[in-house]
């Protein structure tokens, strides 16, 4: 989050149910509305099961900010939430861009590095 930026913060509980998603969409649209803020941030650090449900709530509130000119941050997100997240491609929509993605060690060889040969070199 770049400073300067107007934030509020919305608690997601520890379980999010499907019938509880719309009402938590009209809770994020009612605080940006009201705040004027750029950036709604959902702390969920309380959040006990991430799931389906808790990745359609954060795209429906992610959603309903975009269409307030403002967007959604994702506070203290559980592992389990962040690997939901990056499965299905919302980790940068989210605020998660590159805090967890995995650095190569010294010396080790990022992934697809090949080696390169002469093409009548039998493989090694």
């Known amino acids: 989050m770049a400073p300067g930026r107007s ?3 919305l608690i997601l509980g520890s379980q999010l149910a499907k019938a509880d998603v719309p009402a938590l969409c009209e ?3 009612a605080l940006l509305e009201a705040s004027g803020a750029e950036v709604l941030v959902c702390d969920a ?3 006990a099961r991430s799931d389906a ?3 359609d709530a954060i795209a429906r509130l992610q959603l309903t900010a975009l269409r307030l000119g403002s967007r959604v941050c994702i506070r203290q997100p559980p592992a389990d939430l962040c690997a939901l997240l990056r499965f299905t491609g919302l980790a940068e929509v989210c605020g ?3 805090e ?3 650095q190569a ?3 080790e060889q990022p992934l697809g590095v090949e080696k390169e040969r002469e093409l009548d070199d039998p493989p090694a």
């Open 7 to 9: 934030t509020i913060v």
């Open 45 to 47: 650090s309380a959040m």
């Open 96 to 98: 998660l861009r590159g």
């Open 100 to 102: 967890f993605e995995r």
């Open 27 to 29: 809770e994020g649209r």
């Open 105 to 107: 060690e010294e010396r």
């Open 53 to 55: 449900v808790a990745v």
